[in-house]
């Protein structure tokens, strides 16, 4: 536990030590803040169903940003071979790592709350789907950053990271109209981010769509545990 939060910590700083977090939070927040006074305010919908999905799309641009240098740029520098020979386990420096990009976007996404006040002081909406909204984007985030990490496991050149985990995501989050010809039970739908994130922005909650979310970042982080283990040995 010690080595995760030493790590946890590490990386923070890195984050907010450089311009990284504090460009991708503004854009985020720009784009963000545009689409919910275009589709909100302006057209007077009691609802911000919209305006997660729009959210949801920046965030598979920006996700592959944030999380792209966490492992690249150790490997580059020489620091992951020196970090593997100390007595630390490839899951502690995965969870660390990963832990320390999901604390980013919590802070990207904390200030987006109040839109929700903003409508509900203007027009009194549904608030669960509001929430469960809200828990929709933060998963899907989630789901991103551990896939962008594994990305980043992969080479040591930051853009090849990012390229290749935005590419691997719009791939998963296109599945479902992509398979859409091999009719509504095909059981590769089921591996589409944008079926289970679509249930929850619509304000309905459905244990295999956690599941899905939770198994999907587990499974990515493992693969990453993985990589790192060959390293160690290599």
Known sequence: MENIVSIYLKELR???CSPVAYVAIAMFLFIAGYFFFATSILNKQPSIEATIYNVTVIMIFLMPLISMRLLSEEKKSGTLELLLTRPVKEYEIVVGKYLSSATVLLVMLLP????GFILYFLSKP???????GFLAVFLSGLAFLALG?????LTENQVVAA???FTIILILYLLNWITSSLGADNPIGYFAISSHFDDLAKGVVDMR???FYVSFIVFWLYLTTKVLDTKRWV
């Open 14 to 16: 890195s984050y907010f």
């Open 112 to 115: 987006t709350v109040s839109y």
């Open 126 to 132: 549904d608030v669960i789907p509001m929430l469960t």
């Open 149 to 153: 990490l594994f990305a980043s496991s």
């Open 163 to 165: 390229v290749v985990a």
């Open 209 to 211: 769509d956690i599941v």
